[in-house]
Each structure stands twice: as structure tokens, then as C-alpha cells.
């Protein structure tokens, strides 16, 4: 049987992992600042290529609110008062936390402790 091949996200990870131990603590301080963004930058595209659950949660979301995932859409429903009732306000309210949630897992992931 052949072993798996690790796939982009390993390989993103065992990178960034490898940048983290094994290079930063030993650049001097001038190349240090520009090890520290590479590291961001390999996190930042780390979490997108893994937020597909977040996205389709997203898109779930905004389906449920008015058919379609649109967001522009969705806030002129909004201003147009289609959530001003109880019901739906309180749908509007769900969802949107979930929207924001998953936003946040993907964005800053930190903000949600």
C-alpha cells in the first residue's frame, strides 16, 4: 500500500512549524521582522485553505436568511426592514452571529478565545 502524500495544509503547517523552531530564533535581528511576516503570511494562507467549514457555514447562514449567499442582499433586507418582526429578528440575530463567528474563525481566530 502506498503511504499518503501530505497535502498543501501539512505541508503549510510542517513549514510554518519548521520557520517557527528552527529559523526565527537564530536570524539576526534585521532579518528577524521579515521572518516574522513570512510566518504570518504562511498562518494567514494555513487558515484559508482550511476554512472551508467556515465558509460553507457562512453561506448556509445567508441562505437561510433570504435564499442565496449574498451579502449585499442580505444588508439591504435588512435596512429595508424584512427581520423588524420578533421572529424574524430573533433568526436574523442567529444567524448573523454565526456568520460573524465563522468570519472570525477564519480572520482572527484569536478573537474567539
Given at each position: 500500500?502506498?503511504p499518503?502524500?501530505?497535502?498543501?495544509?501539512?505541508?503549510?503547517?510542517?513549514?510554518?512549524?519548521?520557520?517557527?523552531?528552527?529559523?526565527?530564533?537564530?536570524?539576526?535581528?534585521?532579518?528577524?521582522?521579515?521572518?516574522?511576516?513570512?510566518?504570518?503570511?504562511?498562518?494567514?494562507?494555513?487558515?484559508?485553505?482550511?476554512?472551508?467549514?467556515?465558509?460553507?457555514?457562512?453561506?448556509?447562514?445567508?441562505?437561510?436568511?433570504?435564499?442565496?449567499?449574498?451579502?449585499?442582499?442580505?444588508?439591504?433586507?435588512?435596512?429595508a426592514?424584512?427581520?423588524?418582526?420578533?421572529?424574524?429578528?430573533?433568526?436574523?440575530?442567529?444567524?448573523?452571529l454565526?456568520?460573524?463567528?465563522?468570519?472570525?474563525?477564519?480572520?482572527?481566530?484569536?478573537?474567539?478565545?
Amino acid at each position: 500500500m502506498t503511504p499518503e502524500l501530505p497535502d498543501a495544509g501539512n505541508l503549510l503547517e510542517t513549514a510554518l512549524n519548521s520557520l517557527r523552531t528552527d529559523l526565527l530564533p537564530y536570524l539576526p535581528d534585521h532579518a528577524r521582522y521579515t521572518g516574522l511576516m513570512v510566518a504570518n503570511a504562511l498562518s494567514i494562507a494555513l487558515r484559508d485553505l482550511r476554512a472551508e467549514p467556515a465558509r460553507a457555514e457562512m453561506e448556509a447562514a445567508m441562505t437561510r436568511l433570504i435564499g442565496r449567499n449574498d451579502a449585499t442582499t442580505l444588508c439591504r433586507a435588512i435596512q429595508a426592514g424584512r427581520f423588524d418582526a420578533p421572529d424574524h429578528d430573533s433568526a436574523l440575530r442567529l444567524n448573523l452571529l454565526l456568520i460573524t463567528k465563522a468570519r472570525l474563525s477564519i480572520n482572527n481566530p484569536k478573537a474567539l478565545g
